[in-house]
């Protein structure tokens, strides 16, 4: 299965979907500043969670109640949630959060309409995972993190390679409502991924669990365990999510928006010299986990949209995709209890 069919799958789809996941008006462009995010992540949450008080889970609605949301103007792409004083609880974006996946959904359409862009696409996330790394270092040691380039900007770098995407950006206003249509699919899933975190008791990982009269050895493992456990989380959470979205009314393919997939190969990367030590899973694993729970999760019938043996042979090319990616990188297995389960229908 090529990317270029998978878009051209989703843009189908899009033209044909309604209801929550609707973009809250027109976003900027791709040129936009950070500052500028900060309206569209607050109006559009601020409706998932009406609709969460509404067709979401009892767990799911009362964990929400408790919840602030928080949109802070940082250069760095994160979400993430936490527990505050008393009974409340918090769940952040950053503005750069959003806006890089802008940059991935304008980056899909150009590539979708022009496939021979494709390579300038992939080498884009390819830096941005390389940067993310980069940046978590810098944080680690209090240091300021390097600003994201957006595409057109990185376009011109690459000098004659990419100078065709660098006229593309940013994309057609024709096109921005079905990239903000995708961006806040994948606003939605995060959201929802984070509240998951919340309503399931997780806890971060801290260096509590070492001794002083620990051994290196025994360190070691204790750090891997660690950070099994802090995975093994991150496979609940977006189960959780994908069960909320099914709630809500969204179609099966929905929640596997582009933007979303990128945003997951960007942070986490395909290091397999580091695959084992990660608090986060690897994009395969975690897409595959995503269609297996998708796959065993009960969905509204909805008016015309593909019948589930074709959405089902869409998942089964997809898990395929993953399949032939894992078996040429060669890492070791990692720890994803993805079973298939029932097929849903």
């Not at 569209?40 to 799911?60: F, T």
């Not at 008393?86 to 590539?111: C, K, N, P």
């Not at 004659?160 to 660098?166: G, I, K, V």
């Not at 395969?284 to 043996?309: D, G, S, W, Y």
Request: hydrophobic share 40%; aromatic share 8%.
């Amino acid at each position: 299965m090529t990317r270029s069919w998978t878009i051209r799958i989703a843009v189908t789809l899009a033209t044909l979907l309604t209801g929550v996941f609707h973009a809250v008006g027109a976003v900027t462009s791709s040129r936009a500043d950070l500052q500028a995010q900060v309206g569209h992540l607050q109006g559009y949450v601020q409706g998932l969670r009406r609709a969460i008080a509404v067709k979401g889970s009892p767990e799911a609605k009362q964990a929400d109640a408790r919840v602030d949301f928080i949109v802070t103007d940082s250069p760095f792409p994160m979400a993430q949630s936490g527990r505050e004083s008393g009974d409340r609880m918090r769940i952040e974006m950053t503005t750069q959060f959003r806006l890089l996946l802008v940059y991935f959904e304008e980056l899909s359409l150009v590539a979708g309409s022009t496939p021979a862009l494709t390579p300038c696409k992939i080498e884009y996330t390819g830096m941005l995972a390389h940067l993310y790394a980069d940046n978590l270092a810098k944080i680690s040691a209090n240091k300021p993190v390097l600003a994201v380039p957006a595409p057109e900007v990185f376009a011109i770098a690459t000098e004659a390679r990419c100078d065709a995407l660098e006229k593309e950006l940013p994309v057609n206003p024709s096109a921005r409502g079905f990239r903000d249509y995708q961006v806040n699919l994948a606003v939605a899933f995060t959201y929802l991924h984070e509240l998951g975190h919340l309503v399931l008791g997780h806890k971060r990982g801290s260096d509590d669990i070492f001794s002083a009269n620990m051994t290196e050895q025994e360190r070691m493992k204790a750090f891997l365990a660690g950070m099994r456990m802090s995975r093994a989380q991150e496979y609940e959470a977006d189960r959780f999510a994908v069960r909320e979205l099914a709630r809500l009314g969204a179609h099966p393919l929905e929640i596997l928006s582009p933007p979303l997939n990128d945003m997951f190969v960007a942070t986490s990367g395909f290091d397999c010299d580091m695959r084992l030590g990660l608090t986060h899973p690897d994009p395969t694993a975690r897409m595959r986990n995503i269609v297996h729970t998708i796959e065993v999760t009960p969905f509204h019938p909805q008016r015309e949209l593909p019948k589930p043996a074709d959405a089902q042979a869409f998942f089964d090319d997809l898990l395929a995709f993953y399949a032939r990616v894992d078996s040429t990188l060669k890492c070791p297995d990692d720890d994803a209890d993805t079973s298939p389960g029932d097929r849903w229908g």
